[in-house]
């Protein structure tokens, strides 16, 4: 079993910058793809970025040329860095492991002014 704990949400001004980042429990996090999801209010959870085992990456349009995901496995962390935020970025955003085998607790990014 993995845990999964993120951080770096807030609220942050449209336009604005914030890093998220998702902490594994164990170093078996550093051979497996791992990926940020998010869900609003009312909706269903959407893709917005992976990264496999290496630095392959990919992202959903909404989000390209604003967000980057990264990870650094001697720490089992990976991140998700977001620039120009807008209003419509705002959601619970979850972390997962291993195409969706393990998943964080979320944590909440309000864009808002």
């Known amino acids: 079993q993995v845990q999964l704990v993120e951080s770096g949400g807030g609220l942050v001004q449209p336009g604005g910058s914030l890093r998220l980042s998702c902490a594994a429990s164990r170093s078996i996090f550093r051979i497996y793809a791992a990926g940020w999801y998010r869900q609003a209010p009312g909706k269903q959870r959407e893709f917005v970025a992976t990264?496999?085992?290496?630095?392959?990456?990919d992202y959903a349009d909404s989000v390209k040329g604003r967000f980057t995901i990264s990870r650094d496995n001697a720490k089992n962390t990976v991140y998700l860095q977001m620039s120009s935020l807008k209003p419509e970025d705002t959601a619970v955003y979850y972390c997962t492991l291993k195409n969706g085998a393990y998943w964080g607790q979320g944590t909440q990014v309000t864009v808002s002014s």
């Open positions: 990264i496999t085992s290496g630095t392959n990456t």
